[in-house]
């Protein structure tokens, strides 16, 4: 009877999410509602309709999840949340539900950030070995992130503007694909090539830093001069010439990192870690060190999900790490 059952539920963005973890390694259930088809209207997420869409799903969700696992709410050990960053109104309604349930059953609160999920959503697929690199890649986050133990993030790189995938839905924008764009400009670079010149923003020598706006305005200042000249640009060649320029910068950092801080694992996370061409990329590159196993999560888990935020919340139980009931919800939390 000494399994433990981590309850973790996940509202941060557009993704309503709840999911049940065995021995903080083994899935026993994943749901997953998105929104993704109400926003795609809007082009992007608006953050009010998505509270009301995580109040209107959150109950069912949770009690299917519950229902997928076959347990009782008395048999968990604890109920993990995202508590930030992300959405205000989004957070709090994953955060309350957490707390209720946390109340009613007289069980452990476990705080999780956002992007510590995203990095456990890797013990999922194997057992971590420190010291090890992530690289986390999302729609708000760009970040190498240095580990020498389990709850230790180092952060010793970040974008210095748009997030990786905050890029790829803009440019997707710029091509008229449906929002979220990074799948959809992924597909077209695998059905294009690379032939436009854009830039790499590798920054000051050694620096780990990212910088992805000024590709952004040169992917729409190609589009618009391209436009004036009367000339056709065949968007799957733009589509793999920003793909391109965005996964070298990643992978050259990524194995220098890896490299300088001497690290056994580098692990891949966050939505553009479901791209093609980084993950093919990263893939070849780890390929020839020696010594230094690459991880990759399945798609399902690259993408906002409750499975990696119990994930996380199990070793966090492990660590003693608890929020009391008058945990708030902080849309700008640190890691
Ligand atoms: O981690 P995530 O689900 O949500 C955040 O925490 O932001 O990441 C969503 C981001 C979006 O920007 C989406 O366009 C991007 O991940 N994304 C991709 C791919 N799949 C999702 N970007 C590039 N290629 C993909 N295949
Ligand atoms: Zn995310």
């Known amino acids: 009877m000494n399994e433990q059952y981590i309850l973790g539920i996940e509202t941060s963005c557009d993704e309503t999410a709840a999911a049940v973890i065995k021995n903080g390694k083994e899935i026993v259930s994943n749901v997953v509602a998105s929104q993704i088809d109400t926003h795609k209207r809007f082009g992007g997420v608006v953050p009010e309709i998505a509270s009301r869409h995580h109040v209107e799903q959150i109950t069912m969700v949770i009690e299917e999840a519950m229902n997928n696992a076959g347990i009782e709410f008395s048999r968990l050990s604890g109920v993990a949340v995202t508590a930030g960053p992300g959405l205000v109104g989004a957070l709090l309604i994953g955060v309350e539900a957490a707390k209720s349930i946390a109340f009613a059953h007289s069980l452990p609160l476990i705080p999780v950030h956002h992007i510590a999920g995203h990095i456990y959503a890797n013990r999922l697929v194997t057992e971590l070995q420190f010291p090890l690199l992530s690289l986390v890649v999302s729609g708000g986050h760009t970040e190498l992130i240095y580990m020498k133990e389990h709850g230790h993030f180092e952060v ?180």
């Not at 020839?288 to 409750?306: H, M, Q, V």
């Open 156 to 335: 010793i790189g970040e974008t210095r503007d748009d997030a990786a995938g905050e890029a790829y839905d803009k440019v997707a924008r710029v091509l008229h694909c449906p929002y979220p764009g990074g799948p959809h400009i992924d597909r077209m670079a695998s059905e294009g090539e690379a032939t436009i010149n854009l830039p790499r923003a590798w920054l000051e020598e050694g620096s780990y830093d990212f910088s992805f706006s000024g590709l952004k305005s040169a992917v729409i200042n190609t589009v618009h001069n391209a436009k004036q000249r009367g000339e056709t640009i065949k968007p799957e060649n733009l589509a793999a010439s920003f793909q391109e320029s965005v996964v070298e910068v990643l992978v050259e950092k990524t194995i220098r990192a890896a490299k300088e801080y001497n690290v056994k694992q580098i692990l891949l996370a966050g939505g553009v870690a479901a791209n093609n061409g980084l993950r093919t990329a990263l893939r070849k590159a780890v390929a020839e060190l020696e010594n230094i196993e690459l991880i990759i999560p399945p798609l399902k888990l690259c993408t906002d999900n409750a499975a990696m935020i119990a994930a996380a919340g199990s070793v966090f139980y492990e660590k003693g790490i608890r929020a009391d009931l008058t945990l708030n919800a902080n849309p700008g939390l640190d890691l």
